[in-house]
Structures are given as C-alpha cells and as structure tokens.
C-alpha cells in the first residue's frame, strides 16, 4: 500500500479563500483606521508584490524609500496588516490541506497518510494480526505530556479567533443559498474585526495559574473528545464485524492512552511552582473533567428517549433505574433516563466533595 501525500487537485479554492480573507482585512483596516493608512498599506503591498515578481532594483529602492518614510502609528498598522495576513493565510493554507485529503479519500477510499487507519492497513499487509495489535495496546502505556510555555507570547483570544474563522470557511464549502453565503461573510467580517482589534501579543509574562488554563482549554477543544474516538476507532479497525449493520459493538481496548501534564507541578527551578500550584493545577483538571462528564451524561439522557412500551430492558437495568431515585412520572417508562439521572446526581456528589464545588446544570437529588 503506498503512502499518501494530499495534493490540492487545484490551487483555486485555496487562492480563493486567501482573496476572501485579504479583501476583508482591507475592510477592516479600511473602517477601523482610516483611508490614508489603507492606501499606505496598499501601496506597500502592490510594490512588494511588483519586486517580488519582476526583481527590479528600481522597485526595492522604491519599497525601501516608502518604509522609511512611515511616521506615527504607521509602521505599526503597517506591521500588524502584513503579520494578520499571514495567520490569515496559513488559516487558508491548514484548510486547504484538510479539502486535499479529503477530496482523496472521497475519490478512492484511501486511508489518510498517518491515519489509524493506515496503521492497521500496513501492519496487517506485513502479517501483523487483529489480535495480536489487541493484545499490543491492551498492554501499552502511551502517556503524551504537556508541559508549560511561559514565553508564549500569542494569547489564547487570537488562536480563539483563528479556530472561529477556520470553522466558518469550512462552512462556506457546502451547498448555500446567496443569502448564506452572504452571511456567512458578515461572520467572517465579523471575526477579521475582532482579530485586527485585539491585543496581539501579552503584555505580562503567563503566570502559573494562566498556563494551567491554557492546557485545560485543549482538554475541553481536543482531547476529551479525540481520545473516546480514537478508541472507538481502533476497537473497529480490529473488529471482523464492525461494518456490519446492527453489528454487536466491537470489544472496548483497554485504556492505553492515558495524557500527563508537568503545569503546576514541575519543580525544574521555577520558583512560583510549589504545593499550591500542584494543588490547584489537580482542582481544575477535576473540575474540568466533571464539567465534562456530567455533560456527556446529561446528553446521554435527553438522547436515549427508549420506552418499555416498546422494548424489553434488562432486570439490571431496571435495578439501576430504581436505585436512581428518580420518581417522575413522565419517565417512568423510560428506564435508560432513569438510570442516567442517578448516575448525574452520583456525578454530582462526587464532584462537590472533590472539588468543593456544585458542577450540575440542575438540581439533583442526593
């Protein structure tokens, strides 16, 4: 099986996400700080382009005359229009790469270079069983660490932002009326505005207390909800009968993935690292980890809506509902929510005495 490379099958859609993404910094910039510093900006622009292009002396001495001459606040605007373009661009550029290897995995069903997928596919090519890659990950221990970034200087709020935009031109790739289009632009706008008016780099060095929220910001954007889909990967890439429909659900991997974080609690000479950063560094990653949980499960309990009307549910089922202490009459029932209104207020209690603090969304029982 070869490997896969994405390739864009054309370089349209990518210059026409970075024209899109150009002409409305120009708006911004445009509305926000005037004509004269677009025209400035523009000009700059349209002669770094002309000597990038044709290489002539004449246009970087023109090019070098015109920066020098920037007074004020220009050379920051100056500066700011070409850095915002730029993440503007590799926004386009990650999104671009994202179409590429899906285009190709539409086209032929091929497994994406680096995929679990692709994993499985090679280690099988070189005879390599389901069972003994089980067996590997039943036994593994995979333990990705994060560690702090004090002399991170791009805030949180300008990545915020990038995930924002990057998420509306993804929406801009599907079937849309003009009007949704339309609007999805304005959102776009919108977005553009809020980077152009917001601080690019800190002022102040992180604290400890900042970079322990930073880490748990990709908890709540990324692992919590990766981590349960690569299992559910894996468990049926492994599966003989996983694409089957109504297929018994593929035996669960023992868990082999387990993430780590040195923030808060690495003594490598920090001085503002001590017992009570270790301690509120293990607080908020509870607290984020209930935080997540009790919200599974309350989704879990409006999704399966299952009615003994209709169904026949198992005794330990119904024992796990009765022990719920849910006694509304609407689900009685309705044995699955029953028991997933048990489980939320033992979530509940749970959280409370660890963390000290209330995390439901409603009152429970106790």
């Known amino acids: 099986m070869k490997a896969i490379r994405p390739q864009s099958a054309t370089a349209e859609p990518l210059r026409h996400d970075i024209r899109l993404l150009g002409r409305l910094l120009g708006q911004v910039i445009q509305a926000c700080e005037g004509e004269r510093v677009f025209d400035t900006i523009e000009t700059l622009r349209r002669t770094a382009v002309r000597f990038r292009r044709e290489g002539k002396e004449a246009d970087g001495k023109l090019l070098e005359q015109r920066v020098k001459r920037l007074r ?3 050379p920051n605007s100056v500066a700011r229009a070409f850095s915002y373009f730029l993440h503007l661009s590799n926004i386009a550029e990650d999104r671009d790469q994202n179409r590429a290897q899906r ?8 497994p994406a270079r680096g995929s679990l997928r692709e994993a499985v596919a090679l280690l099988k090519e070189h005879g390599v069983s389901a069972n003994r890659i089980r067996r590997l990950l039943n036994e593994a221990c995979v333990v990705p660490v994060l560690t702090a970034h004090p002399t991170e200087v791009q805030r949180k709020s300008t990545l915020d932002v990038h995930r924002e935009i990057a998420g509306l031109l993804l929406q801009r790739e599907g079937p849309l009326t003009t009007q949704e289009t339309a609007d999805l ?3 776009l706008l919108g977005r553009v505005a809020t980077l152009w008016q917001t601080r690019m780099l800190r002022y102040t060095r992180l604290t400890v207390a ?5 880490a748990l910001s990709y908890y709540r954007s990324t692992f919590l909800n990766v981590i349960p889909r690569v299992y559910g990967e894996m468990s049926r890439l492994l599966s003989r009968d996983a694409a089957k429909p109504f297929a018994a659900p593929p035996a669960p991997l023992e868990p082999f993935l387990r993430m780590g974080s040195w923030i808060g609690g690495d003594r490598d000479g920090n001085p503002n690292v001590d017992a ?21 499960v309350h989704a879990l ?9 209709l169904i026949q549910a198992d005794p330990a089922l119904h024992a796990l509902a009765d022990a719920g202490g849910d006694d509304s009459p609407h689900r009685r ?7 997933l209104v048990g489980i939320y207020a033992r979530l509940s209690a749970t959280a409370q005495k660890l963390t000290g603090r209330d995390l439901a969304r409603r009152v429970t029982h106790p």
Request: hydrophobic fraction near 40%.
């Open 72 to 74: 004020d606040s220009d």
């Open 103 to 110: 285009t190709l995995a539409l086209a032929d069903d091929a």
């Open 185 to 187: 632009d304005l959102a």
């Open 210 to 214: 900042d970079e322990i929220e930073n």
């Open 276 to 296: 009570g950063t270790l301690e509120l560094a293990l607080l908020r990653q509870a607290t984020v980890l209930f935080e997540y949980y009790l919200q599974e």
């Open 301 to 309: 309990g409006a999704e399966l809506s299952i009615t003994t009307l």
């Open 333 to 339: 029932d309705e044995p699955y929510r029953r028991a």
